[in-house]
């Protein structure tokens, strides 16, 4: 049996949570290898990850003058460079520098990576459930930019009509 597991059948674990100020904030237990369990202060970044609009997400956490920032970001493709693709560069470009005034940043990274990202102050308690809500509440209002950069992309393949006959708008 795990240590894990363990906990849900160890009164001393019970006990430890019980004695412990609701709501536990993230980063404010540890389980060592044993599986005892402890308060630890939040002084090291919580990293973890999340799916958004089809991407990936790297995320931490850590604490800021009293309350939490918290920091994302997501690959969102490769930029070509001019010479390879001239008007995909341009397209991209132009819907990135939209993204001026959204609370999102983009960054160019090695090898033509981009990123997309932004970053968030929330006060405390820091519970998974409301870094969570801040996070997707500051994604939700841009998610169109993301369906975009999709289909910029990974444009749908065109529709193509049999030989000897057309095509019929719906």
């Given at each position: 049996?795990?240590?894990?597991?363990?906990?849900?059948?160890?009164?001393?674990?019970?006990?430890?949570?019980?004695?412990?100020?609701?709501?536990?904030?993230?980063?404010?237990?540890?389980?060592?290898?044993?599986?005892?369990?402890?308060?630890?202060?939040?002084v090291?970044?919580?990293?973890?990850?999340?799916?958004?609009?089809?991407?990936?997400?790297?995320?931490?956490?850590?604490?800021e003058?009293?309350?939490?920032?918290?920091?994302?970001?997501?690959?969102?493709?490769?930029?070509?460079?001019?010479?390879?693709?001239?008007?995909?560069?341009?397209?991209?470009?132009?819907?990135?520098?939209?993204?001026?005034?959204t609370?999102?940043?983009?960054?160019?990274?090695?090898?033509?990576?981009?990123?997309?990202?932004?970053?968030?102050?929330?006060?405390?308690?820091?519970?998974?459930?409301?870094?969570?809500?801040?996070?997707?509440?500051?994604?939700?209002?841009?998610?169109?930019?993301?369906?975009?950069?999709?289909?910029?992309?990974?444009?749908?393949?065109?529709v193509q009509?049999?030989?000897?006959?057309?095509?019929?708008?719906?």
């Amino acid at each position: 049996m795990n240590a894990a597991s363990d906990q849900l059948t160890n009164p001393a674990a019970f006990a430890f949570l019980v004695e412990q100020t609701s709501p536990l904030e993230v980063g404010s237990v540890t389980v060592t290898h044993d599986g005892t369990m402890s308060r630890r202060d939040r002084v090291e970044p919580i990293r973890f990850g999340f799916q958004f609009a089809g991407r990936t997400f790297e995320a931490e956490a850590r604490p800021e003058d009293g309350k939490l920032m918290v920091e994302f970001t997501a690959s969102i493709g490769l930029l070509p460079y001019s010479v390879e693709n001239r008007p995909l560069r341009a397209t991209l470009l132009r819907v990135l520098n939209g993204l001026r005034g959204t609370g999102l940043i983009w960054t160019l990274g090695e090898h033509q990576e981009l990123r997309v990202g932004g970053r968030t102050l929330m006060d405390t308690p820091a519970t998974a459930t409301r870094i969570v809500a801040t996070v997707v509440t500051t994604l939700l209002p841009v998610r169109a930019y993301f369906d975009l950069l999709d289909e910029i992309l990974d444009p749908p393949a065109p529709v193509q009509a049999e030989p000897g006959t057309a095509l019929v708008a719906e």
